[in-house]
């Protein structure tokens, strides 16, 4: 079963909008930790945000902020006043505990092509 | 801090061959992983240690790949024999606690 689903393949903005790159997640474990990365075209994987699923606020980093919505499972990454540097492709992924192994699982991405 | 480091950062090698790709995590991180990327596959947990102790390899495709870390500050995986469908992009990633993974820049490895 997957556990962490971005049903975005791709998502074309125009620049200076706010995008919003869903992510929803299946996990009966209560804690946890939800994580964003950006994958530029050079292939480095860059850690955005983190929200904990204690943490009552939802995360802020700049830029980006993550809508967290845990009834819903879901956490959606909004990055405001999007810029030609955010095209990317970006990585939803959840880190699970299981028989006491920390896993840090993705999702398959969401291809992101700001428009000047 | 230089980050997690990965060596050799492209790979080209004949089916057949020995394949070995290296990773330094950054100090103090009790926690390294190897992942996978394919277009495929997406990004595969191949297998992760902690304190330096394989604890969960069931990400490991087959006897062919294996994995040690001798150290705190090495770790390698290795692929005997090589195939063309191990051609991927190879991520060492480190975590010194539950908020923080850092990636490698990866190892872009092609079996031809």
């Known amino acids: 079963a997957q556990k962490i689903t971005q049903t975005q393949p791709g998502m074309f903005v125009q620049e200076k909008e706010a995008v919003t790159l869903d992510c929803t997640y299946d996990?009966?474990?209560?804690?946890?930790?939800l994580f964003w990365y950006k994958q530029p075209s050079s292939g480095e994987m860059i850690f955005l945000i983190y929200q904990g699923s204690y943490d009552e606020q939802n995360a802020t980093e700049g830029r980006y902020s993550l809508n967290f919505q845990k009834a819903r499972k879901s956490a959606n990454l909004v990055i405001s006043a999007s810029q030609l540097g955010d095209s990317a492709m970006y990585f939803c992924?959840?880190?699970?505990?299981?028989?006491?192994?920390?896993?840090?699982?993705f999702g398959q991405g969401t291809r992101l092509t700001i428009n000047p | 801090d230089a980050g997690v480091i990965q060596s050799p950062r492209h790979e080209v090698t004949e089916m057949g061959q020995e394949v070995t790709l290296r990773c330094k995590p950054i100090?103090?991180?009790?926690?390294l992983f190897w992942y996978r990327q394919t277009m495929m596959r997406g990004l595969e947990l191949l297998i992760y240690f902690n304190n330096n102790v394989p604890i969960d390899d069931s990400g490991m495709p087959e006897d062919r790949f294996s994995a040690k870390m001798p150290n705190a500050s090495f770790s390698t995986l290795k692929i005997q024999p090589s195939e063309p469908r191990d051609s991927a992009v190879y991520f060492c990633?480190?975590?010194?606690?539950?908020?923080?993974?850092?990636f490698g820049s990866g190892t872009r490895l092609t079996v031809v």
């Open positions: 992924a959840m880190r699970e505990v299981i028989q006491g192994a920390q896993k840090l699982v």
């Open positions: 996990t009966s474990d209560q804690s946890y930790g």
């Open positions: 100090s103090g991180h009790n926690s």
């Open positions: 990633a480190s975590s010194g606690g539950p908020r923080g993974y850092t």
